[in-house]
């Protein structure tokens, strides 16, 4: 078996079989990130004795007869922001370093091992996630496996890298504005950006508690299927998840896209995209033969309304850190995060006003379809330290306008997948929207992409090795 | 104030918090001269209104910002609050409810 890009479903139905077993598979994947992750920096920290424990418990599980789960032996990472009992959860920064370790795992990690996963570490991510690049000024950027010049995208970078780069076939990450379907598009991965409330938080480091989200990225969407199905139902321990019964989707993946009614967002999202994204979403489009467009009114005053919420309760978040210890952050996230401290209050209860006007104008539009298709990036990778580019004429910043097409659908909190246009030289990513609760739709749309070769996790060319 | 703002605020009734609001107004300009007009209302210091509400601020907050950081914290926040004008302007009823809710 190709331990390095096989899909987690292929990992867990061989060790489920019998054909190889957890602890050769998890020795593998240690192999694979000592010898390649010193080239992608996606690697915070790496759990060996702890993952190989767990691997020999689940053979043992094996030996007596036991059932190991639909995740048996698949390794997975998590973004550090995720607790990971043991370790100090760093979210990126300097300053949590000093934080205790953690006493327990995250509810989400807590999940996927009870479905025979296995945990082999934490991955490097943007600075307490303000970030849409993955480069880190304490731990170094991570490195887009198709290019190791190039950014992967954040903040959930070392999710992109790890997943992209065939040391694990899932990670996990957040996403507040963009954060897993920024580095799904840049490290040509499929993401999933659950509905807000969907999988719980519970014992993650927080950035927007009112933006945000987490799940997986992985290299198939029926990997991203099993791992949401794993991790789906209710956690007290989240007042935002929602108490709602599980509703797996890995069993309707198989019906495809037949019968769902497919548009391309118009306006807002057909600006400013480069070449490459216009192409990436045409493709997907014809293959799906989505020929109607739909314009999601008032996208450009969303997109707003979400800086303006974000910098505010970032700055909310840290505000005793920025007293306390300001030299510690990385300066472009702090001198974002003073900022934002400074928002009048009026901006920001007016931008939630706004918001719950914007998502019943949007609700209306899935009364005619089932999906919306958008790009999920305006361009492919950037050149790490890349400080501008230009959309439509104008110069832009890198740093704030990679998330300008994810941005105004998670602010109201609909779920999405990303999925990868392995175009060349790099891959950039399209998302597939859906209404709320429906992930179900997104993923068939995804799988169905899948199986017509449109959308695909290319593997990288990896030079000198 | 729009006749949609009037009745709202009137009736208060929650159903026309769904109306669909008239098109936004354009965002109002700053009247020539209003932030010499603003510097002359301010603290001792002079100068652009931006960069004395941010030494305010920085104050009332008890937030250390080095003079080196200013540029960098003046320039993100003029983004932020370009930002706002662009949804603040939006007409919304007064019954609009903010989109969380707490639930007692």
Redesign the interface.
């Known amino acids: 078996m190709d331990t390095v890009w096989a899909h987690a479903s292929e990992i867990a139905e061989a060790v489920a079989g019998g054909d190889i077993s957890a602890v050769e598979v998890t020795e593998a994947a240690l192999a694979r990130i000592a010898r390649r992750d010193p080239a992608l920096n996606a690697f915070t920290a790496v759990i060996e004795s702890r993952a190989l424990a767990r691997a020999e418990d689940l053979d043992n599980a094996h030996t007596e007869g036991r059932a190991l789960g639909p995740l048996a032996g698949v390794p997975f990472a998590v973004k550090n922001l995720f607790d990971i009992a043991g370790l100090p959860t760093l979210a990126g920064s300097k300053i949590n370093r000093d934080a205790p370790p953690a006493r327990r795992d995250a509810t989400l990690i807590e999940r996927l091992e009870a479905a025979g996963a296995v945990l082999i570490g934490a991955l490097n991510m943007g600075e307490y996630a303000y970030d849409f690049t993955g480069e880190n000024i304490h731990d170094d950027p991570s490195r887009n496996p198709h290019d190791t010049d190039r950014m992967t995208g954040g903040s959930s970078g070392g999710s992109g890298a790890a997943a992209a780069g065939g040391l694990v076939p899932i990670a996990l990450g957040s996403d507040t504005n963009g954060s897993i379907r920024v580095p799904a598009s840049l490290c040509g991965l499929f993401g999933l950006k659950p509905t807000y409330g969907r999988l719980s938080r519970a014992r993650t480091f927080p950035f927007v508690a009112?933006l945000d989200h987490v799940g997986p990225l992985a290299r198939s969407a029926k990997d991203l299927a099993l791992a949401y199905d794993a991790m789906q139902g209710h956690d007290p321990d989240d007042p935002v998840c929602v108490d709602r019964l599980a509703e797996p989707v890995t069993p309707l993946l198989a019906r495809g896209a037949d019968g769902l009614r497919i548009a391309v967002a118009g306006g807002y999202f057909r600006k400013g995209a480069f070449a490459e994204a216009r192409t990436a979403l045409e493709r997907v489009a014809a293959a799906l033969g989505a020929k109607r467009e739909i314009d999601i009114p008032?996208a450009?005053?969303?997109r707003?309304?979400a800086?303006?919420i974000t910098?505010a309760e970032g700055a909310s978040l840290h505000?005793d850190r920025?007293?306390r210890r300001?030299r510690d952050f990385d300066?472009?996230v702090?001198?974002?995060l003073?900022?934002?401290?400074?928002?009048p209050a009026p901006?920001v209860?007016?931008?939630?006003?706004?918001?719950?006007?914007y998502?019943?104008q949007v609700l209306e539009l899935f009364k005619e379809v089932d999906a919306i298709l958008a790009p999920a990036t305006p361009c492919t990778a950037p050149r790490i330290g890349q400080q501008t580019f230009v959309l439509d004429g104008v110069e832009l910043p890198v740093r704030?306008n990679l998330g300008l097409y994810t941005q105004p659908i998670s602010f109201?909190g609909l779920p999405v997948v990303a999925v990868p246009v392995p175009l060349e030289p790099l891959p950039i990513g399209v998302q597939i929207i859906a209404a709320p609760w429906r992930e179900d739709v997104a993923l068939r749309i995804a799988h169905a992409l899948e199986r017509e070769g449109v959308a695909a996790a290319p593997r990288p060319v990896e030079g000198g090795e | 104030m729009s006749k949609l703002r009037k009745k709202t605020a009137t009736t208060g009734k929650r159903a026309n918090a769904r109306a669909k609001p008239a098109p936004p107004r354009a965002p109002a300009k700053p009247k020539p001269g209003a932030a010499k007009a603003s510097a002359k209302r301010g603290a001792a210091t002079t100068g652009d209104p931006l960069d004395q509400f941010i030494d305010a601020a920085a104050i009332a907050l008890d937030l250390p910002v080095q003079p080196a950081w200013k540029p960098a914290v003046k320039a993100n926040l003029a983004v932020t609050l370009r930002f706002a004008t662009l949804y603040a302007a939006f007409p919304l009823p007064d019954d609009a409810e903010p989109a969380p809710v707490f639930v007692a």
Do not use: C, H, N
Not at chain 1, 349 to 357: G, S
């Open positions: 009112s008032e450009e005053r969303a707003a309304a800086y303006v910098t505000l920025l007293r300001a300066p472009a702090r001198d974002r003073i900022a934002g401290a400074m928002v901006l209860v007016q931008a939630q006003k706004f918001r719950r006007w998502r019943e704030a109201i």
